[in-house]
Protein backbone atom coordinates (compact mmCIF):
# COMPACT_ATOMS: atom_id res chain seq x y z
CA UNK A 1 0.00 0.00 0.00
CA UNK A 2 2.67 2.27 -0.19
CA UNK A 3 2.38 3.53 -3.42
CA UNK A 4 -1.33 4.05 -2.81
CA UNK A 5 -0.09 6.55 0.40
CA UNK A 6 2.60 8.20 -1.72
CA UNK A 7 -0.35 9.45 -4.48
CA UNK A 8 -2.75 10.03 -1.29
CA UNK A 9 -0.25 12.32 -0.05
CA UNK A 10 1.24 14.00 -3.65
CA UNK A 11 -2.49 14.72 -4.18
CA UNK A 12 -3.10 16.41 -0.71
CA UNK A 13 -0.81 18.25 -0.94
CA UNK A 14 -2.13 19.96 -4.13
CA UNK A 15 -5.93 19.47 -3.40
CA UNK A 16 -6.00 23.50 -2.75
CA UNK A 17 -4.69 24.20 -6.19
CA UNK A 18 -7.03 23.17 -8.48
CA UNK A 19 -4.75 23.76 -11.86
CA UNK A 20 -1.92 21.58 -9.88
CA UNK A 21 -3.98 18.72 -8.93
CA UNK A 22 -5.25 18.12 -12.89
CA UNK A 23 -1.73 18.71 -14.37
CA UNK A 24 -0.74 16.05 -10.94
CA UNK A 25 -3.48 13.84 -12.37
CA UNK A 26 -2.73 14.31 -16.19
CA UNK A 27 0.80 13.30 -15.22
CA UNK A 28 0.21 10.04 -13.81
CA UNK A 29 -2.27 9.01 -16.20
CA UNK A 30 -0.05 9.40 -18.57
CA UNK A 31 2.59 7.77 -16.76
CA UNK A 32 0.01 4.95 -16.35
CA UNK A 33 -0.28 4.28 -20.53
CA UNK A 34 -3.59 5.78 -20.91
CA UNK A 35 -4.67 7.74 -23.98
CA UNK A 36 -6.23 10.96 -23.68
CA UNK A 37 -9.98 11.09 -23.84
CA UNK A 38 -10.66 14.66 -23.46
CA UNK A 39 -11.44 17.63 -25.97
CA UNK A 40 -9.13 17.92 -29.09
CA UNK A 41 -7.45 15.52 -27.49
CA UNK A 42 -6.37 16.50 -24.22
CA UNK A 43 -6.68 15.22 -20.80
CA UNK A 44 -9.59 18.18 -20.02
CA UNK A 45 -13.42 17.99 -20.37
CA UNK A 46 -14.07 21.45 -19.73
CA UNK A 47 -17.19 22.31 -17.46
CA UNK A 48 -18.87 25.26 -17.58
CA UNK A 49 -20.50 26.72 -13.98
CA UNK A 50 -22.25 29.62 -12.92
CA UNK A 51 -21.89 31.07 -9.47
CA UNK A 52 -24.71 32.69 -7.66
CA UNK A 53 -24.69 34.54 -4.08
CA UNK A 54 -28.10 36.85 -3.26
CA UNK A 55 -27.30 40.16 -2.21
CA UNK A 56 -29.80 40.42 0.93
CA UNK A 57 -29.58 44.15 1.00
CA UNK A 58 -31.08 44.27 -2.31
CA UNK A 59 -33.69 41.53 -2.20
CA UNK A 60 -36.67 41.04 -0.06
CA UNK A 61 -39.48 38.89 1.05
CA UNK A 62 -43.05 40.00 1.98
CA UNK A 63 -46.42 37.95 3.09
CA UNK A 64 -49.81 39.69 1.93
CA UNK A 65 -52.94 38.88 3.30
CA UNK A 66 -56.25 40.23 3.64
CA UNK A 67 -54.89 42.24 6.84
CA UNK A 68 -51.67 44.14 5.50
CA UNK A 69 -48.16 42.99 4.00
CA UNK A 70 -45.63 41.77 6.83
CA UNK A 71 -42.32 41.56 5.67
CA UNK A 72 -40.25 38.51 6.66
CA UNK A 73 -36.46 38.82 7.70
CA UNK A 74 -34.19 37.29 6.09
CA UNK A 75 -31.74 34.87 7.89
CA UNK A 76 -34.11 34.62 10.88
CA UNK A 77 -37.44 33.77 9.52
CA UNK A 78 -36.34 32.15 5.86
CA UNK A 79 -33.79 32.44 3.05
CA UNK A 80 -34.27 32.74 -0.23
CA UNK A 81 -31.92 29.85 -1.71
CA UNK A 82 -29.52 30.15 -4.66
CA UNK A 83 -29.48 26.62 -6.25
CA UNK A 84 -32.57 27.77 -7.88
CA UNK A 85 -31.86 30.72 -9.88
CA UNK A 86 -34.56 32.95 -8.50
CA UNK A 87 -36.92 35.43 -10.25
CA UNK A 88 -36.12 38.63 -10.09
CA UNK A 89 -39.66 39.43 -8.79
CA UNK A 90 -41.99 37.05 -7.91
CA UNK A 91 -46.17 37.49 -6.54
CA UNK A 92 -48.11 34.29 -6.15
CA UNK A 93 -50.81 32.87 -4.17
CA UNK A 94 -49.51 29.97 -1.63
CA UNK A 95 -50.58 26.46 -1.26
CA UNK A 96 -50.26 23.65 0.98
CA UNK A 97 -49.04 20.54 -0.41
CA UNK A 98 -48.16 17.62 2.73
CA UNK A 99 -44.75 16.33 1.96
CA UNK A 100 -44.59 17.49 -1.80
CA UNK A 101 -44.26 14.15 -3.26
CA UNK A 102 -45.79 12.12 -5.96
CA UNK A 103 -45.30 8.39 -5.56
CA UNK A 104 -47.25 5.85 -7.57
CA UNK A 105 -46.17 2.73 -6.33
CA UNK A 106 -47.63 3.44 -3.12
CA UNK A 107 -50.62 5.59 -4.51
CA UNK A 108 -49.38 8.62 -2.74
CA UNK A 109 -49.96 12.01 -4.55
CA UNK A 110 -49.90 15.46 -2.61
CA UNK A 111 -51.03 17.23 -5.54
CA UNK A 112 -54.00 15.50 -6.06
CA UNK A 113 -57.45 17.09 -5.84
CA UNK A 114 -56.25 20.50 -4.99
CA UNK A 115 -55.01 23.68 -7.40
CA UNK A 116 -52.05 23.80 -7.30
CA UNK A 117 -51.45 25.67 -11.22
CA UNK A 118 -48.90 29.20 -10.53
CA UNK A 119 -48.98 29.12 -7.14
CA UNK A 120 -45.76 28.52 -4.53
CA UNK A 121 -45.76 24.72 -2.97
CA UNK A 122 -45.12 24.85 0.58
CA UNK A 123 -44.14 21.66 2.13
CA UNK A 124 -42.83 19.97 4.97
CA UNK A 125 -39.78 17.82 4.31
CA UNK A 126 -39.95 14.31 5.20
CA UNK A 127 -41.73 11.50 3.13
CA UNK A 128 -44.71 8.84 4.26
CA UNK A 129 -44.30 5.60 5.32
CA UNK A 130 -42.77 3.37 3.11
CA UNK A 131 -41.19 6.08 1.59
CA UNK A 132 -37.95 8.19 1.07
CA UNK A 133 -37.54 12.11 1.22
CA UNK A 134 -36.69 13.01 -1.58
CA UNK A 135 -34.67 16.48 -2.95
CA UNK A 136 -35.96 19.26 -4.68
CA UNK A 137 -34.55 17.88 -7.58
CA UNK A 138 -36.25 14.64 -7.10
CA UNK A 139 -39.54 16.46 -6.10
CA UNK A 140 -39.92 19.03 -9.16
CA UNK A 141 -41.02 16.77 -12.00
CA UNK A 142 -44.21 15.99 -10.31
CA UNK A 143 -44.39 19.84 -8.92
CA UNK A 144 -43.98 21.11 -12.52
CA UNK A 145 -46.44 18.87 -14.24
CA UNK A 146 -48.76 20.23 -11.44
CA UNK A 147 -47.98 23.73 -12.29
CA UNK A 148 -46.05 24.72 -9.49
CA UNK A 149 -43.59 27.79 -9.86
CA UNK A 150 -41.86 27.97 -7.07
CA UNK A 151 -41.25 26.09 -3.56
CA UNK A 152 -41.25 27.15 0.36
CA UNK A 153 -39.99 23.99 2.32
CA UNK A 154 -39.48 24.00 6.35
CA UNK A 155 -37.89 21.10 7.97
CA UNK A 156 -39.58 19.27 10.18
CA UNK A 157 -37.69 20.37 13.96
CA UNK A 158 -37.54 16.50 14.94
CA UNK A 159 -35.54 15.89 11.98
CA UNK A 160 -32.99 18.63 10.91
CA UNK A 161 -29.45 17.84 10.07
CA UNK A 162 -28.34 21.23 11.00
CA UNK A 163 -29.82 23.65 13.99
CA UNK A 164 -31.47 26.96 11.89
CA UNK A 165 -28.85 29.28 13.18
CA UNK A 166 -26.29 27.10 11.43
CA UNK A 167 -28.36 26.71 8.02
CA UNK A 168 -28.99 30.40 8.16
CA UNK A 169 -25.24 31.08 8.79
CA UNK A 170 -24.70 29.54 5.30
CA UNK A 171 -26.90 31.09 3.87
CA UNK A 172 -23.89 33.71 2.06
CA UNK A 173 -21.96 30.82 0.49
CA UNK A 174 -21.85 31.11 -3.39
CA UNK A 175 -23.71 28.20 -4.85
CA UNK A 176 -23.08 27.01 -8.21
CA UNK A 177 -24.60 25.21 -11.23
CA UNK A 178 -24.02 24.26 -14.60
CA UNK A 179 -24.17 26.88 -17.08
CA UNK A 180 -25.29 24.63 -20.02
CA UNK A 181 -29.12 25.91 -20.22
CA UNK A 182 -29.82 21.77 -20.96
CA UNK A 183 -28.78 20.40 -17.08
CA UNK A 184 -30.91 22.46 -14.89
CA UNK A 185 -31.96 20.17 -12.06
CA UNK A 186 -35.63 22.38 -11.70
CA UNK A 187 -36.08 23.70 -14.98
CA UNK A 188 -38.92 26.11 -14.70
CA UNK A 189 -38.52 26.97 -10.93
CA UNK A 190 -38.34 30.59 -10.29
CA UNK A 191 -38.13 30.52 -6.30
CA UNK A 192 -36.74 28.47 -3.68
CA UNK A 193 -37.10 29.20 0.34
CA UNK A 194 -36.27 27.27 2.99
CA UNK A 195 -38.62 28.60 5.85
CA UNK A 196 -37.70 28.24 9.93
CA UNK A 197 -39.58 25.92 11.23
CA UNK A 198 -39.79 27.73 14.42
CA UNK A 199 -41.72 30.46 12.81
CA UNK A 200 -43.81 28.18 9.89
CA UNK A 201 -47.30 29.68 11.55
CA UNK A 202 -46.73 32.50 9.92
CA UNK A 203 -47.35 30.69 6.93
CA UNK A 204 -50.22 29.11 7.92
CA UNK A 205 -52.37 31.60 9.82
CA UNK A 206 -56.23 31.90 8.55
CA UNK A 207 -55.91 28.22 7.67
CA UNK A 208 -57.16 26.37 10.29
CA UNK A 209 -53.82 24.56 10.80
CA UNK A 210 -50.40 24.72 12.99
CA UNK A 211 -47.34 23.18 12.36
CA UNK A 212 -47.26 21.50 15.57
CA UNK A 213 -50.54 19.60 13.94
CA UNK A 214 -48.34 18.96 10.97
CA UNK A 215 -45.59 17.69 12.71
CA UNK A 216 -47.70 15.34 14.92
CA UNK A 217 -48.75 13.64 11.85
CA UNK A 218 -46.05 13.47 10.25
CA UNK A 219 -44.84 11.60 13.66
CA UNK A 220 -47.22 9.63 13.78
CA UNK A 221 -47.14 8.44 9.75
CA UNK A 222 -50.16 9.73 9.35
CA UNK A 223 -51.72 11.06 6.27
CA UNK A 224 -50.82 15.14 6.02
CA UNK A 225 -53.33 17.70 4.80
CA UNK A 226 -53.59 19.63 1.74
CA UNK A 227 -54.96 23.19 1.76
CA UNK A 228 -55.31 26.84 0.03
CA UNK A 229 -53.51 29.37 1.81
CA UNK A 230 -55.05 32.69 1.58
CA UNK A 231 -52.09 34.80 1.76
CA UNK A 232 -49.71 35.91 -1.09
CA UNK A 233 -45.70 35.60 -1.37
CA UNK A 234 -44.07 38.66 -2.62
CA UNK A 235 -40.22 38.42 -3.86
CA UNK A 236 -37.57 40.62 -5.04
CA UNK A 237 -34.41 39.36 -4.99
CA UNK A 238 -30.90 41.12 -6.52
CA UNK A 239 -28.22 37.95 -7.63
CA UNK A 240 -24.98 38.28 -8.04
CA UNK A 241 -23.71 35.74 -10.67
CA UNK A 242 -20.49 35.45 -12.53
CA UNK A 243 -19.17 32.42 -14.91
CA UNK A 244 -16.19 30.65 -14.43
CA UNK A 245 -14.99 26.99 -15.95
CA UNK A 246 -14.06 24.05 -13.95
CA UNK A 247 -12.15 20.51 -15.80
CA UNK A 248 -13.06 17.08 -15.69
CA UNK A 249 -9.81 14.95 -16.25
CA UNK A 250 -10.50 12.08 -18.25
CA UNK A 251 -8.67 9.03 -19.96
CA UNK A 252 -8.84 5.89 -21.59
CA UNK A 253 -7.00 2.28 -20.98
CA UNK A 254 -7.95 0.70 -24.61
CA UNK A 255 -9.85 -2.23 -24.56
CA UNK A 256 -9.51 -5.44 -27.14
CA UNK A 257 -12.70 -7.47 -28.86
CA UNK A 258 -15.05 -4.89 -27.37
CA UNK A 259 -13.35 -1.37 -27.36
CA UNK A 260 -16.31 0.84 -28.36
CA UNK A 261 -18.03 -0.24 -25.27
CA UNK A 262 -16.45 1.08 -21.87
CA UNK A 263 -16.45 0.76 -18.21
CA UNK A 264 -16.48 4.14 -16.09
CA UNK A 265 -14.06 4.89 -13.27
CA UNK A 266 -14.48 7.73 -11.63
CA UNK A 267 -13.11 9.77 -8.42
CA UNK A 268 -13.78 13.01 -7.43
CA UNK A 269 -11.36 15.53 -7.51
CA UNK A 270 -11.25 16.71 -4.00
CA UNK A 271 -11.27 13.26 -2.23
CA UNK A 272 -7.14 12.14 -2.81
CA UNK A 273 -7.91 8.70 -1.42
CA UNK A 274 -10.39 7.71 -3.90
CA UNK A 275 -8.17 9.99 -6.91
CA UNK A 276 -5.33 7.84 -5.57
CA UNK A 277 -6.88 4.06 -5.34
CA UNK A 278 -8.09 5.22 -9.20
CA UNK A 279 -4.47 5.75 -10.59
CA UNK A 280 -3.10 2.19 -8.69
CA UNK A 281 -5.65 0.64 -10.72
CA UNK A 282 -4.45 2.19 -14.01
CA UNK A 283 -0.83 1.56 -12.92
CA UNK A 284 -1.33 -1.71 -11.82
CA UNK A 285 -2.94 -2.54 -15.38
CA UNK A 286 0.13 -1.15 -17.04
CA UNK A 287 2.35 -2.20 -15.40
CA UNK A 288 0.59 -6.27 -15.48
CA UNK A 289 0.16 -5.43 -18.91
CA UNK A 290 -3.80 -6.45 -18.40
CA UNK A 291 -5.44 -7.46 -21.62
CA UNK A 292 -9.50 -6.09 -20.97
CA UNK A 293 -12.09 -6.70 -23.53
CA UNK A 294 -13.79 -3.45 -22.78
CA UNK A 295 -11.97 -0.18 -22.72
CA UNK A 296 -12.20 1.77 -19.16
CA UNK A 297 -12.49 4.99 -18.87
CA UNK A 298 -11.05 6.79 -16.41
CA UNK A 299 -12.34 10.22 -14.82
CA UNK A 300 -11.48 12.72 -12.33
CA UNK A 301 -14.83 15.00 -11.72
CA UNK A 302 -14.67 18.18 -10.31
CA UNK A 303 -17.34 20.31 -7.96
CA UNK A 304 -18.26 17.31 -5.59
CA UNK A 305 -18.93 20.15 -2.58
CA UNK A 306 -21.00 22.18 -5.24
CA UNK A 307 -23.66 19.61 -5.63
CA UNK A 308 -21.38 16.54 -7.87
CA UNK A 309 -21.07 19.00 -10.88
CA UNK A 310 -18.86 17.64 -12.82
CA UNK A 311 -20.31 13.72 -12.19
CA UNK A 312 -23.60 15.33 -13.13
CA UNK A 313 -21.22 17.28 -16.47
CA UNK A 314 -20.13 14.10 -17.45
CA UNK A 315 -22.91 11.32 -17.09
CA UNK A 316 -25.43 14.04 -19.10
CA UNK A 317 -22.93 15.33 -21.58
CA UNK A 318 -20.64 12.11 -22.07
CA UNK A 319 -20.73 12.95 -25.86
CA UNK A 320 -18.22 15.85 -25.49
CA UNK A 321 -15.51 13.11 -25.09
CA UNK A 322 -13.52 11.77 -27.96
CA UNK A 323 -15.46 8.51 -27.78
CA UNK A 324 -19.31 8.17 -27.62
CA UNK A 325 -20.09 5.14 -25.30
CA UNK A 326 -22.43 2.33 -26.57
CA UNK A 327 -22.49 0.72 -22.63
CA UNK A 328 -21.43 2.53 -20.09
CA UNK A 329 -20.92 1.02 -16.44
CA UNK A 330 -19.82 2.80 -13.71
CA UNK A 331 -18.19 2.43 -10.30
CA UNK A 332 -17.28 5.36 -8.26
CA UNK A 333 -14.64 5.42 -6.11
CA UNK A 334 -15.64 7.51 -2.71
CA UNK A 335 -12.65 6.68 -0.57
CA UNK A 336 -10.25 4.22 0.08
CA UNK A 337 -9.63 2.11 3.08
CA UNK A 338 -6.06 2.02 3.61
CA UNK A 339 -6.45 -0.88 6.28
CA UNK A 340 -7.65 -3.05 3.83
CA UNK A 341 -4.29 -5.40 2.20
Known amino acids: MTGLRTLALALASVSLLAAANAEYVAAQFQQAGLKPAGEQGSWIQSVELIARQLDESQSSLALRTGAGTKQIKL ?19 LVFVGYGLKIPAIKHNDFAGIQTKGKIAVYIAGAPPAAHDETLAQRWPAMKKAGIIGTISIANPNHMDLPWERSAANRFLVTMQLADPKMPDTPGDWLSIAWNPAHADELLGGTGHTFKEIVDLAEAGKPLPHFAIDTRVQVKTVVKRSGMTSQNIAAI ?45 FVVVTGEGKGLLGEKYFEIDADTFAQKFNELMQLTLQAANENKK
Not at 254 to 259: A, E, H, L, N, R
Not at 280 to 286: D, G, S, V, Y
Request: proline share 3%.
Open 75 to 93: GDDAIIGTGVDPASSLDAD
Open 253 to 297: YPGTSKSNEYVAVSAHMDNASGVATMLEIANRLHEGKVKTARSIL
